[in-house]
């Protein structure tokens, strides 16, 4: 049922993932000095709490469920999982790799988690609004695309896992232009980094004020990185004998 419902057409029409969750936990946030204030009471004593109760551990359990088959899909030693029909097809999984970097980095990232919060100030906009954990939103997002570029990772024990990554390419397609993209990657950790917190009263400030100018740096940061990375794809084409 929940999974029927997550199929709507209807954006707005959130039942299932973190953002439900988000919402059972923390309730809608009315504050101004921080996240919602959702009562404890809500899933023991008042009207439906039994039902909200189930939502949230169903909601819960079928996250994890995703999770873990999203594991399974990228486990390593497989014979048909996702992972193994991505490596028969490198050519093709570099440009989808790089396309949906840029993608992440400019229409996602900087358009629709910052930039309409940014542009219309309203705290609904910001990526997690219940929570207020927007700003942590953005700076898991960033860390997880230079991860990508680089290769590499470091697990939640400390050890840093090392591979090849999309800055190998750009080593091989664009090598002048390689420091740029250190230094794009780079811009994009540092600003976001710098965003302010809470998110929602940084966008609603005054007009000039560090917090608005903190978004709307890191924004163009990410704008930066998704156009290199659209240079890169036509640079991969071009290398395959593509238009």
Same mark, same amino acid.
């Given at each position: 049922?929940?999974?029927?419902?997550?199929?709507?057409?209807?954006?707005?029409?959130?039942?299932?993932?973190?953002?439900?969750?988000?919402?059972?936990?923390?309730?809608?946030?009315?504050?101004?000095?921080?996240?919602?204030?959702?009562?404890?009471?809500?899933?023991?004593?008042?009207r439906n709490?039994?039902? @909200?109760?189930?939502?949230?551990?169903t909601?819960? %359990?079928l &996250?994890?469920?995703?999770?873990? *088959? !999203?594991?399974? #899909?990228?486990?390593?030693?497989?014979?048909?999982?996702?992972?193994?029909?991505?490596?028969?097809?490198?050519?093709?999984?570099?440009?989808?790799?790089?396309?949906?970097?840029?993608?992440?980095?400019?229409?996602?990232?900087?358009?629709?988690?910052?930039?309409?919060?940014?542009?219309?100030?309203?705290?609904?906009?910001?990526?997690?609004?219940?929570?207020?954990?927007?700003?942590?939103?953005?700076?898991?997002?960033?860390?997880?695309?230079?991860?990508?570029?680089?290769?590499?990772?470091?697990?939640?024990?400390?050890?840093?896992?090392?591979?090849?990554?999309? @800055?190998?390419?750009v080593?091989g397609?664009?090598? %002048?232009? &390689?420091?740029?993209?250190?230094? *794009? !990657?780079?811009? #994009?950790?540092?600003?976001?980094l710098?965003?302010?917190?809470?998110?929602?009263?940084?966008?609603?400030?005054?007009?000039?004020?560090?917090?608005?100018?903190?978004?709307?740096?890191?924004?163009?940061?990410?704008?930066?990185?998704?156009?290199l990375?659209?240079?890169?794809?036509?640079?991969?084409?071009?290398?395959?004998?593509?238009?």
């Amino acid at each position: 049922m929940l999974l029927s419902l997550a199929d709507s057409e209807n954006d707005e029409a959130i039942a299932t993932g973190w953002h439900a969750i988000e919402f059972l936990l923390w309730g809608e946030d009315r504050n101004l000095d921080g996240p919602g204030k959702r009562p404890w009471t809500d899933f023991t004593k008042r009207r439906n709490a039994d039902r @909200r109760a189930v939502y949230l551990l169903t909601s819960a %359990d079928l &996250l994890t469920d995703q999770l873990t *088959a !999203l594991v399974e #899909a990228w486990a390593p030693d497989r014979e048909k999982n996702y992972r193994a029909q991505w490596n028969s097809k490198p050519s093709a999984s570099a440009l989808a790799l790089v396309r949906g970097l840029g993608k992440l980095c400019g229409e996602e990232l900087a358009e629709q988690r910052l930039l309409d919060a940014w542009s219309s100030r309203s705290p609904v906009a910001q990526p997690s609004p219940f929570s207020d954990t927007s700003h942590q939103d953005v700076i898991f997002d960033v860390l997880g695309i230079d991860n990508v570029y680089r290769g590499s990772y470091r697990r939640s024990d400390g050890t840093i896992v090392e591979g090849s990554g999309i @800055r190998t390419l750009v080593a091989g397609l664009l090598p %002048d232009r &390689l420091d740029a993209f250190d230094s *794009a !990657l780079e811009r #994009a950790i540092t600003t976001a980094l710098a965003i302010p917190v809470p998110f929602d009263q940084g966008v609603r400030s005054g007009e000039n004020s560090p917090a608005r100018a903190a978004v709307d740096e890191a924004a163009e940061a990410l704008h930066q990185v998704a156009m290199l990375m659209a240079d890169l794809e036509q640079a991969i084409r071009q290398d395959l004998g593509e238009s």
